[in-house]
Each structure stands twice: as C-alpha cells, then as structure tokens.
C-alpha cells in the first residue's frame, strides 16, 4: 500500500489577499494524479469571507483557528489527518499533478522523515525559489541555491520550507509539531533540525514541483522579530553545550552590531532586534527546559550534521 497523504492547506485571509490564486491552489491540490490523499482546509481566523466560501465550493475537511496562530498554527490540522505523511502546504502555491510520486518512493525509506518539495516562482517557474537550505554556526538560513547547483536527484538537505514540507505524522506528533512560541519564521527549520537530532534525514524532492509565490521583506520589523528570536532559541535549544557556548556568544555580538549599525538606517528595525533579544532573555527558563529534552533524547552529534 502507497502512504496516504493528507495535504494541509494553511489559509489567513486567502480571498482578500491572493484573489483567484486561492482557487488555483485547492484545484491543483484536487487534480492531484495520485490515488491515496486528503485535503484539510485550514484557516488561521480568516475575516474576508474565505473560510465560509472554501468550505461551500470544494470537498474538502475544514478546520478553523480561532485566530491568526502564524505558520505555527498548522500544528492544528494534525488531529484531522488520517494519512500517515502530513503535507504542509501554502495557499499561495500550485502544485503539478504528480507532485506527490516521488515523494512517496522517498518515504519507502524509514529513515527519511520530512522532505521538501522542489518550490519555484509562481512568477517565473524556471526559477528556483528554494531547494531547501541549511544554516550558518550563527543559526542564520542560507538558501542551498546560493552555493550550490539544482540537485537532479533527491538529495538530502539540512532543512526544508514550509510552504510545501512533507512531515511523517508520527514524527510530527513525537517532535510535538512546531515550536508554538515561533508564531512564523524559522518554525521548519526547527522542525527539521529536532528531527535531524533524533537521527532522521531530510530530502530535496526535484520532482515534486509546487509553483510559489512566496511575499516578506525585512524592511518588515514584525518579520525581523521573530527571525531573531527563533534562530537564537534554536541555537539554544539544539546545539551541543561546546558549540552553544562557542558560537551564541558570537551570535550576540552580531546583533548588538547589527542594532548599531540599523540605529543610524533603520531605527525601528534596531528596536525589533532589540525585541528580539528581550524576548530571549525573558524566556530563558522555558528554553532551557525545551533544551533538556532534545538533548536528552538526541542521537546524532552536531560533528555529524
């Protein structure tokens, strides 16, 4: 038996936002060639009308956020999945109709547990928009694309995007989803470094093609937030204590330059930056106990990733 898939269209404000993108979206998904998937709706507390109009046009389940929860909010599709591999995706993509093949053959594999698929530009689809990525010893993403050339061939990669990221569910449920206190920003990659921790692999899926289209800028001082502080509670919750020691103290020097540097160009970037660290400093507690049981439950070393 082939996996069964259940595809988690995340949504917020979908119809006032993307138009008739919503609709290319949940069509592509419904094309879907492959025989053995679902699709659940999910909107974050959308209040343009696109929950109601979503669950009145396509047969689809519906789950209902109270409120916008950001990309962490996913986690709340998980009860109403019944297949086995859970697809995070976007409502800003479209997806080929046999996106979901090769995928499955990735995931005959056990050791294999989240896979990204192969994400291009809505815009201009002869253009990569993310091969999955790893990160700096600051805990900062560098996109694969920037050093390396398109893989052919399923490759592993150290983490992949959410806008279109295949999770097995028992996996999902065993890392305990997304860290919620990341609202959006750096929740996969914390995703998929827990993972990686825990001695599963994560794939770049060539063949599985999702069109994206993708918006955020760091002109943005609500994005540059929670960028800050989710990369720097990673760091301190994934890394061995010779490299947190090492390489955190480095990480906190860049960003007080950084804010001296944004003072005098962007003042109101400074001030999230300055957010950002004031946030980690008030949840340092609740890191270190999150950082206890990674590294309690840890298999790989930080040498071998």
């Given at each position: ?151 052919s061939q ?99 020097l860049f ?10 160009r962007n ?39």
């Open positions: 038996m082939r996996p069964k898939f259940s595809v988690i269209v995340a949504n917020w404000n979908g119809k006032q936002k993307l138009g008739d993108l919503l609709d290319r979206c949940l069509e592509s998904v419904l094309k879907t060639k492959y025989d053995n998937f679902e699709v659940i709706f999910l909107d974050n507390g959308s209040t343009d009308g696109s929950y109601e109009y979503v669950c009145s046009k396509y047969p689809v389940k519906a789950v209902r956020n109270p409120r916008n929860l950001g990309g962490v909010g996913k986690n709340r599709g998980l009860e109403a999945c019944d297949g086995e591999i859970v697809v995070l995706l976007d409502n800003d993509t479209v997806v080929d109709a046999d996106w979901l093949e090769e995928p499955a053959r990735l995931f005959e594999k056990p050791e294999i547990g989240i896979v990204q698929a192969n994400l291009r530009l809505l815009a201009e689809p002869s253009v990569a928009d993310s091969t999955g990525h790893c990160i700096s010893v600051l805990g900062l993403p560098i996109e694969n694309s920037f050093f390396r050339e398109e893989p399923p490759t592993p990669i150290f983490a992949g995007k959410g806008a279109a990221l295949f999770v097995r569910k028992d996996l999902f449920e065993r890392l305990g989803g997304f860290d919620e206190d990341y609202f959006f920003y750096f929740e996969e990659t914390d995703l998929c470094w827990r993972a990686r921790l825990l001695g599963y692999e994560v794939y770049f899926s060539p063949r599985s093609v999702v069109l994206h289209k993708g918006s955020g800028t760091f002109k943005n001082g609500k994005l540059l937030f929670h960028r800050q502080k989710n990369t720097i509670a990673s760091m301190i919750k994934c890394y061995e204590f010779r490299n947190l020691v090492l390489y955190l103290p480095l990480r906190l960003e007080l330059a950084s804010i001296l540097f944004l003072l005098f003042p109101s970037l400074a001030l999230s930056d300055v957010r950002a660290l004031v946030w980690v400093l008030r949840n340092v507690r609740g890191l270190m106990r999150k950082r206890r049981e990674i590294q309690k439950q840890r298999v790989v070393s930080d040498r071998e990733l």
